[in-house]
């Protein structure tokens, strides 16, 4: 009977706790969205209906890596398919037109990203584009899964050549 009374006293000592651990690890759950991903695709549009859709909006093959940590930090590059390479290798002695087109051919930011149901916000605090202030350049996209290591993300209109455009890039989990 002692014996029997003993096991009762430790289950019940123990429920609560295992219990508590179970909840806890629910709530700290980490999003879908955390990992790397690789770029499959970028598309983009003019208009809501996307009647211009363009497949290949950064050429056929772009390359690019987007991550996001359990901490809330975020970085990206994105990069457009055949970039040219400089004609010397010299960031700072390269032509300036080589230098304008490389840089103009990626995109990379990062800083921390918050996430709430199908939006997620990259709050930069760091892109290489002088005379901006990263700090406060919210970019936000709506995240759709397509599966669970496929995903996109869409922006709001963006302007782009002196043209407002839907952009989507498509990403797959990098394992």
Known sequence: MAKMMWFFIMVALATPFSAGAQSKEKSAAKPRIVGTWRLLAVYSWTNKN???LNKEAYGPHPK?????TEDGR??????????????????????????????????????TYSLKDDTVIHHQ?????PGRNARGNDQVRIVTFQGPDRVSLR?????????????????????
Not at 64 to 68: K, Q
Not at 84 to 105: C, Q
Not at 125 to 129: D, I, K, L, N, R
Not at 155 to 175: A, C, D, I, L, Y
């Open 74 to 111: 975020m970085g990206v590059i994105e990069t457009y398919d055949k970039l040219k390479p400089l004609s010397i290798n010299d960031m700072v002695k390269a032509p300036a037109e080589e230098r304008a087109e490389a840089y103009a051919s990626v995109v990379t930011y990062a800083g």
């Open 50 to 52: 996307k009647k211009d």
């Open 125 to 129: 605090e760091v892109q290489p584009s």
């Open 155 to 175: 922006t709001p209109p963006v302007s782009r050549n002196g043209v407002q455009e839907f952009h989507e890039m498509f990403w797959e989990r990098v394992k």
């Open 64 to 68: 690019g890596f987007i991550t996001y």
